[in-house]
C-alpha cells in the first residue's frame, strides 16, 4: 500500500513509498482511507520544529476518514462498511487531557494516518454526518473539535456575546461557523479584504485588515463600543497575544491555540488587571468530537474546503498551507 512518510526534515523530503498492508488486532479496525485534511501543525511536523527529535521516517498526518473493511476479534462500536474519522487522539476520549491523552496524538506524538490503509482501535474512530463528504468529514478531527473545545465545551459561549477570530484558516472558519450557529456575533481579522468580503457572506458583522490597521485591537473596541470581545479564538500566540489582551473585554476569554504569528515579549499584567481567562486549548476528546457531530447534523453544517490535493501532490498541499494563501481547510484524497 502506499504510505507517505518523512525520512528525512523538510517538506521536499517527503517520500511516498510501499509498505505492507495492516491486518487489525484484538479491538482493532482497518480502514480504507478516503481523504485527509492538513492542519498547520503538520507543516511543523514535516519541517522538523514541531518535535526536532522525532525518529524519523515517520508517517504523517492526524485527520483521516476511511471506510471500515475489516475488524478485529471483540470489535463492537463499528462494523464493515461504515465511515468512520479517527480521533485526533486516540486514547483521550472523556474527561481533563491526561498523560496518556497527550502522548497519542495521531501525527506528532505516534504515527498518523497518511496511507491507503490504516489500523486504529475501535475507541479512536468516530461516525460522522451522513451529509458529509469523505473530504468533508476529514476536516473535522483537529480543526472543527478544536474550535468546538474552545467555544463550547470550554468556552460555554452563549447568544449575544461576540468573538473575535484571527484569520481564515480551519479553526477561524470554524469558529465563525459555530459562534453564529450558537447566535453569537463574530468579528474577523485578516489580511486579506477578499476574504474579509467571505467572512462577512458567511454571517461575520465586522472585518479588520490588520495590515491596514496595524492597531487592529483598537478598532475591535471601538466596534464593541468600547467594551472588548467576549471571547478570543487566538491562533497568533505570542506575536498576537498582547493585542488580544487590549481587544477583550474584562473577564473575557482567550483561547490560546496556535502560534502563527512567531515570537514576541508577552505581557502577563493585562490578564491579572482585566481579570482574563486565558485557556489552553489542545484539541478536544472523543466525547467533544461526538457532541460536535450531532450539532453538525441538527444545523446540516457544512466545512468549508479551499483545495483538494491528489495523494501524489503532498508536496504541494503543504506549501499551500505553508503560503497562508487559504480560506478554510485544505484536503487530500486518493
Known amino acids: 500500500m502506499k504510505t507517505i512518510i518523512i525520512p528525512a526534515f523538510g517538506i521536499d523530503n517527503l517520500q511516498i513509498i510501499d509498505r505492507p498492508e495492516p491486518k487489525p488486532g484484538f479491538g482493532q479496525v482497518l480502514l480504507k482511507m ?12 514535516t519541517k522538523g520544529l514541531y518535535n526536532p527529535k522525532l525518529k524519523l521516517p515517520f508517517v504523517p498526518l492526524s485527520d483521516g476518514v476511511g471506510e471500515v473493511i475489516g475488524v478485529g476479534e471483540g470489535v463492537t462500536r463499528v462494523k464493515v462498511g461504515e465511515r468512520v474519522a479517527g480521533c485526533f487522539m486516540s486514547r483521550w476520549l472523556a474527561g481533563d487531557l491526561t498523560d496518556i491523552g497527550a502522548s497519542s496524538g ?6 498518523g494516518v497518511a496511507a ?3 489500523v486504529l482501535h475501535e475507541d479512536a474512530v468516530v461516525k460522522f454526518p451522513a451529509h458529509l463528504s469523505d473530504e468533508e468529514a476529514a476536516t473535522l478531527p483537529c480543526a472543527a473539535v478544536t ?5 463550547v465545551t470550554q468556552g460555554k459561549l452563549k447568544a449575544g456575546d461576540t468573538v473575535l477570530v484571527q484569520g481564515t484558516g480551519g479553526v477561524s472558519i470554524f469558529a465563525l461557523q459555530f459562534a453564529k450557529m450558537l447566535g453569537a456575533r463574530v468579528i474577523a481579522t485578516s489580511s486579506s479584504n477578499a ?25 475591535v473596541r471601538e466596534l464593541t463600543g468600547g467594551q472588548g470581545v467576549d471571547h478570543i479564538v487566538e491562533v497568533g500566540g505570542a506575536g498576537t497575544f498582547n493585542q488580544s489582551m487590549k481587544a477583550v473585554r474584562l473577564g473575557g476569554t482567550v483561547s490560546l491555540i496556535g502560534v502563527l504569528a512567531g515570537k514576541g515579549d508577552v505581557n502577563l499584567m493585562p490578564v491579572l488587571m ?3 481567562r486565558v485557556q489552553g486549548i489542545f484539541v478536544g ?3 467533544m468530537f461526538e457532541a460536535m457531530n450531532r450539532a453538525l ?15 501524489k501532490d503532498i508536496k504541494t498541499a503543504l506549501g499551500h498551507m505553508e503560503s497562508g494563501a487559504h480560506f478554510g481547510k485544505i484536503c487530500v484524497q486518493l
Request: glycine share 6%; hydrophobic share 40%; no cysteine.
Open 285 to 287: 476528546s472523543r466525547e
Open 195 to 219: 476574504k474579509l468580503d467571505r467572512v462577512k457572506k458567511m454571517g461575520a458583522s465586522d472585518g479588520v485588515n490588520y495590515k491596514e490597521t496595524p492597531a487592529w485591537e483598537t478598532k
Open 147 to 151: 474550535a468546538w473545545s474552545a467555544l
Open 116 to 118: 491507503e490503509q490504516v
Open 297 to 311: 447534523a441538527l444545523h446540516q453544517m457544512k466545512p468549508i474546503i479551499d483545495r483538494v490535493f491528489e495523494f
Open 106 to 111: 495521531l501525527g506528532g506524538a505516534i504515527e
Open 34 to 45: 478516503k481523504a485527509w485534511s492538513l492542519n498547520y501543525r503538520d507543516l511543523l511536523v
Open 274 to 276: 482585566k481579570s482574563v
